[in-house]
């Protein structure tokens, strides 16, 4: 073969331009963009810090799933040698939740969340603000759920997420809330049906992998709780949360079993004690 056909079958074999079938050059098809939203976000690496929302956004038609765990025996129920002989309550039943959601488009996720006491929550979430571009993270957040399999009581609910990352240390949470429909119990006192909340919540790294982690839901108005004499308290959780992979494991202690914003709201439901839980995320990305 002469050097000069040479070169010109080599110089068509490297060519990012294909001959089509009229003999028309056509480029070929450029890489996809990268998706900033695949990183790993050590500041914000999951969806919740323990039931707050965060503003950790989902890549676009990527999943995510989310188990939660509350014992149901109180930690100040019987002698101590009572709970350890029940392993603090791992012995018992506990209230049981199952969520997944999908990223819809980039900065839009949509969700569905149950537990054992047939609560189902569907959810959306939509990211206003970004932090980096902006000092803050703002997403907007709107669920309804309803009892008995989504098929009575029904509780619409709205939050406002407010995000401030600390560097790649952690960061903190300002979540206003409006439930409705919280008032299931006729008997419980007062008249308010609906409850205005504010959720505070924080995640810390402790080192690489393992992160402290709490949320507390006050009450700013409308209904208080079922627990007929006093102030209920507000849901407070602490929590220890370890990373790896995709895959994140949360112990936490909380004053009520309340996963969903509704039961949040609802807060105690006659009983004052601190119950053992855990949380377990899986990202499928």
Not at 10 to 25: D, K, R
Not at 208 to 231: C, F, N, Q, W
Request: aromatic letters at 10%; charged letters at 20%; proline letters at 6%.
């Amino acid at each position: 073969m002469k050097p000069a056909l040479l070169l010109v079958c080599l110089g068509l074999a490297v060519s990012p331009v294909a001959v089509g079938a009229q003999g028309q050059g056509v480029l070929a098809p450029a890489a996809p963009a990268y998706d900033e939203d695949l990183d790993f976000d050590p500041a914000e690496p999951d969806f919740t810090v323990i039931d707050l929302p965060t503003n950790l956004r989902l890549p676009r038609h990527k999943l995510a799933f989310r188990l939660t765990h509350r014992f149901a025996r109180g930690l100040s129920v019987g002698s101590f040698s009572d709970l350890a002989a029940d392993f603090f309550g791992f012995d018992g039943g506990a209230q049981i939740g199952f969520g997944l959601r999908f990223g819809v488009l980039a900065g839009t996720q949509i969700g569905a969340y149950r537990t054992s006491d047939r609560t189902l929550e569907f959810f959306a979430q939509r990211q206003v603000l970004r932090q980096g571009k902006q000092p803050v993270g703002l997403s907007v957040v709107a669920a309804v759920e309803g009892l008995d399999n989504f098929s009575e009581e029904y509780s619409p609910s709205v939050a406002v997420v407010l995000s401030r990352r600390l560097g790649g240390r952690g960061a903190v949470y300002l979540e206003p809330s409006w439930v409705g429909n919280t008032r299931t119990n006729p008997s419980a006192p007062g008249t308010a049906d609906s409850t205005l909340l504010l959720g505070l919540g924080a995640r810390l790294r402790v080192t690489k992998t393992m992160s402290l982690v709490g949320e507390i839901h006050p009450r700013l108005a409308g209904y208080r709780g079922d627990l007929g004499s006093g102030d209920p308290k507000s849901l407070a959780t602490l929590g220890l949360e370890y990373r790896v992979g995709g895959h994140a494991f949360q112990l936490n202690f909380s004053n009520t079993q309340g996963t969903t914003p509704a039961q949040v709201a609802r807060g105690q439901q006659g009983r004052r004690d601190w119950f053992i839980g855990f949380n377990l995320t899986r990202k499928f990305y």
